[in-house]
């Protein structure tokens, strides 16, 4: 049986989301979508089914899971109407805007008793990062002492303010960083350029490896993610992002994406199947509501701390039972 997936929002990841429902996902197809521009909605929709309410779609008998990709600050009360609902969720990234907002969602589902959230951090799914992790797990490379990331992109938009560096594009680095050490981060040190941007976030982990990132949102020259884990034995790193690389007029180049969709299209497509297939195993996949949550109550620690002149020691409520 297909199964039938409502997405709420219908922009850049809505869209993606979509397509990827539409056109590429194996065992899935898109039952509705939700946005309050009707243009937008048309061209994602290619037919499904249209909301203008986010709320019907959720409690829609069409809809059997869902997709949130709707602004940041609507992500924690949809996910809150799913697991009311008992439907299973791919919520984007950031769970929620506020750490507050992440602990009800982590209660709400602890409550219930079974997993149904799933936070779209989709670099767990990049096929270079998923290599990275397994040289670490395998201890390829030796027990890891450094992690060195750095995320830039060409522009921030107008309505980027300076937090949003750390609660929407930093907190991918904050997943991934305790997905690839399997470490928890107990300190964060922040130093930015005039103006903010960029900014050097340097962290601890639990077992003392450093975890340094540059964010730089207005690195004008392409859309850029790289990471080199260091271990006691050797390091790996990503190589560039690209399948070819061009020799001509004495240099050798490859081009850069403009924003993260092309760059990480295949961990989009791979997240979007790994969770249908665990969604209609009764399972779980990638990120859970526990994750979420704690990348963005290390992002509000770090935002609240800014100023501070010695590092930030990060705190964290006991992890319920259902995540360990
Ligand atoms: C954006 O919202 C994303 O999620 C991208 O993956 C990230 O690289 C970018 O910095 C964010 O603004």
Redesign the pocket.
Known sequence: MSLAVGVIGTGVMGAEHARLLRCITNGAHLAAVCDPDAGRATLAAQGAAMFTDAHALINSDQVQAVVIASPDASHAGYALACLAAGKPVLCE?PIAATAAEGLAIVQAEAALGRRLVTVGFMRRFDPAYAEMQAARAEGRIGAPVLLHNI?R?VAAPDWFTGAMAVT??FV?EIDISRWLLGSEMVTAQVTAAPGGDPMLVTMQTDKGEIVSTEVFMNAAYGYH?HAQLVGRLGTVEMAAPTRTLTNLANAQSFAFPPN?VPR?TDAYRLQMQAWVDATKAGQTTGASAWDGFVTTLIAEQIVAGMGNLGPIHLTFPPRPALYA
Do not use: I, P, R
Request: aromatic share 22%.
């Open positions: 990234k995320h992109n929407n594009s991918h993610v993260w990480f």
